[in-house]
């Protein structure tokens, strides 16, 4: 699986957009894009994930370069509750068996 | 709709002993993967298992095994625990290893210490 590389940690204000970047420049074409979050001490829960379109659900937007080399996980209207670390995978069709990284530290600010 | 449980929540053990650790798929799923997390890091993959069927594994020794059972719940077993496997330990289940590309579901963990 390719690897990923995302910035160690980023903050945000309560109420603004956060913008998480990862790369994945080495990703082969039948591999996915996932994002899970941790909440300090949980069980880390799924976000949303995609292939080469955009994807949006209730929790997040997911953008995806043409190139596929890139990704950005957006978090609307970021509340003190989205503090969390947050992990980008890249993955071929079976996602389970993807090593996370040490993923991005979002704090968010009031 | 259940989701993923695991038992116990935390564990004491000492260098040397046997450890098992169960976990409850959630409902519809039939795969399992297993992850160390130790502190400070993201979770390392250990096994995944489909309809019962080791289904690959990552860099860990082979005292570190597993189960999965009709119901696909699953057991994780390390023998001759060390210091270093002190770690949280997730299970996560998905709704297949096929083809399609499906999203896991994490268990809140066991903790497990070795002294």
């Known amino acids: 699986d390719a690897k990923t590389t995302q910035p160690t940690s980023m903050d945000c204000a309560e109420g603004r957009a956060a913008n998480l970047p990862c790369n994945h420049s080495?990703?082969?074409?039948?591999?996915?894009v996932y994002w899970y979050r941790q909440i300090h001490s949980q069980g880390p829960q799924y976000i949303i994930h995609g292939l080469k379109n955009n994807e949006t659900n209730e929790m997040a937007s997911l953008i995806i370069t043409e190139d596929r080399k890139s990704s950005t996980l957006i978090l609307p209207h970021a509340t003190l509750r989205d503090t969390a670390v947050y992990y980008c995978i890249v993955s071929s069709t079976n996602a389970g068996k993807s090593t996370f990284g040490d993923g991005t530290t979002l704090t968010v600010k009031p | 709709e259940t989701g993923v449980t695991q038992s116990p929540t935390h564990l004491i053990k000492t260098r040397g002993q046997q450890v098992t650790l169960r976990c409850s798929s959630q409902s519809g799923h039939n795969t399992v993967s297993w992850y160390q997390q130790a502190l400070g890091q993201g979770p390392q993959f250990i096994f995944q298992?489909?309809?019962?069927?080791?289904?690959g594994r990552g860099n860990f020794p082979p005292r570190f095994s597993g189960l999965q059972f009709p119901n696909y719940s699953s057991e994780l077993n390390v023998n001759a625990l060390e210091l270093d496997d002190s770690a949280l330990y997730l299970c996560a289940s998905s709704r297949s290893a096929g083809q399609a590309s499906y999203e896991q579901y994490f268990g809140p963990g066991t903790r497990l210490t070795v002294t």
């Open positions: 080495t990703i082969s074409g039948n591999e996915y």
């Open positions: 298992y489909y309809r019962e069927e080791e289904n």
